[in-house]
């Protein structure tokens, strides 16, 4: 089974802070992505990349930043965090651009920024 | 603009069937996900259709119709741990993952 793994659940940061969330899937998928999942919205698409040192911006990539060093690490960086940036930040991974080829998740991360 | 419809919450009861739908907007088609989240847990992969009709996989089955923009979820007999949000994706024409915003399924004894 694929198993992506985010290295926080829960995390508390103050505003202006540089907050890094880590993501590792153990799979050799090569595509990565980071969400963020908000009530009543559909999941958006913050970055991906489809290969090492590789990044595309999604939706909504304003506030974010990501590295991906190794293959099977990719990293979110919110530069200097704000209130609105309060979510849950989910990771996934895939195997190839085959479009038939689903996603799989980490359990997320529930971020909070006071 | 892309859209993806889902009911925001449906309740039904422990050994029935439901079908949860999900219309979709979208420039372009490349295929439709389900996926089951669990609160507090990852979603997880359920199916995919990219060709018109039903796919079955034991309890859960999966419809889609193209030139209506229209997919459903079928469920059958109902176990109260398919308590569960259910996300429907869609693939445009770019191949990026168009998400609803999820169907929350409370089973009832």
């Known amino acids: 089974d694929v198993k992506v793994t985010q290295s926080s659940r829960y995390l508390v940061k103050r505003t202006g802070e540089k907050v890094f969330l880590e993501c590792v899937q153990d799979m050799d998928h090569e595509n990565m992505f980071w969400y963020r999942q908000d009530p009543g919205l559909g999941l958006r698409l913050i970055y991906f990349s489809y290969d090492v040192k590789m990044k595309e911006k999604g939706d909504i990539p304003e506030g974010y930043s990501v590295s991906r060093e190794k293959k099977e690490r990719f990293s979110l960086i919110l530069e200097s965090a704000s209130t609105n940036q309060t979510s849950m930040y989910l990771c996934?991974?895939?195997?190839?651009?085959?479009?038939?080829?689903?996603?799989?998740f980490g359990d997320g991360t529930r971020l909070s920024i006071l | 603009g892309q859209n993806i419809d889902q009911p925001t919450e449906m309740t039904a009861t422990e050994g029935a069937i439901v079908q949860i739908n999900c219309t979709y907007q979208t420039s372009g088609f490349n295929g439709l996900f389900w996926y089951q989240q669990h609160a507090g847990e990852a979603p997880t992969f359920l199916s995919y259709n990219v060709l018109d009709g039903l796919e079955e996989k034991g309890r859960f089955s999966s419809f889609l119709s193209r030139s209506k923009g229209y997919s459903y979820l079928l469920l059958k007999e109902l176990q109260m741990k398919d308590s569960a949000s259910y996300l429907c994706a869609v693939i445009d024409s770019n191949y990026q993952l168009i998400w609803g915003a999820g169907t929350k399924l409370i089973i009832k004894p």
């Open positions: 996934a991974s895939s195997f190839s651009r085959e479009v038939s080829q689903p996603q799989h």
